[in-house]
């Protein structure tokens, strides 16, 4: 299409794969009532109680305010519900509800099968490569992402 | 964190790689006045003038109703116009306006940039093997979300 720029190349990739991801998923969840960020972060909260929503941000890479948008969404379904820290009143840490250990599980099922069904096709060494590689793309983007947000390199 | 589901797994990665490369963009975009789903469309116009509504739909990996939303924002702005095709009236055609030649040759040097920040820790080899494990993870998705929404296996 352009001989400038290469035609399959990461970005492009990786955004396609998320976008396309996001509908399977939206389809699978459908019947939870619950998104495709919110699974994310259930899934998150699901397998680590009690974290705190800083933590929870920073897994799954989410700025301050999104994370608070999509706990506030969960807590008004009744799925998660937010204690104050005991020892440092800034903090809130996240649980699941009653209800939200029901939907947990089943919320683990479908990303289970949803990592699955982005390594169907590829051989465990490749999936494991890319797995790693991906990483170091990530990483890479974080150091920018901070150097442009607070001016350092680290 | 929970043994059973890994915790370096593709979509986690791809979608944290989606989401910082947006945020970077998005900083590097700012002072065009382009948002990171309107530069892929204006690069794919800028790369490849007249084409088809549907076939910008395709290639960005959107459906019709978001590519609509994102040519009638950049028509909005004064980058693109649509011109119906003198064959087909229901075809759509896409091209870049004097403006939008301007800030094209801008669009491509960022994006050129921005495929570049993520190989950069990279050997060629790991960043072309990884173009085409990912092209795979994208074929099979691709195909089960076809399944999901025409019920259809190819």
New interface residues.
Partial sequence: ??A???D??????????????Q??LA?RLKHLDVSGGEM?AL??VG??EGLSQLDLARYI??GKSSVTKVITSLEAKGYVCRVRDQHDRRVWRVFLTEQGRDVAPQV?QI??E??D??????TDD??E??????????????T??NR?AYGTTS
Same sequence: chains 1, 2.
């Fill in positions: 299409m352009d400038n720029i290469p399959a190349n990461i970005p492009r990739v990786t955004a396609a794969i998320y976008r396309t991801g509908t399977i389809e994310d899934y998150v397998a680590w890479n989410v683990q990303f289970r949803f990592i069904l982005h390594r169907s096709g590829l490749e999936a490569r890319t797995a790693r590689v991906l990483d170091k793309v990530l990483a890479g983007l974080i920018e992402r442009i």
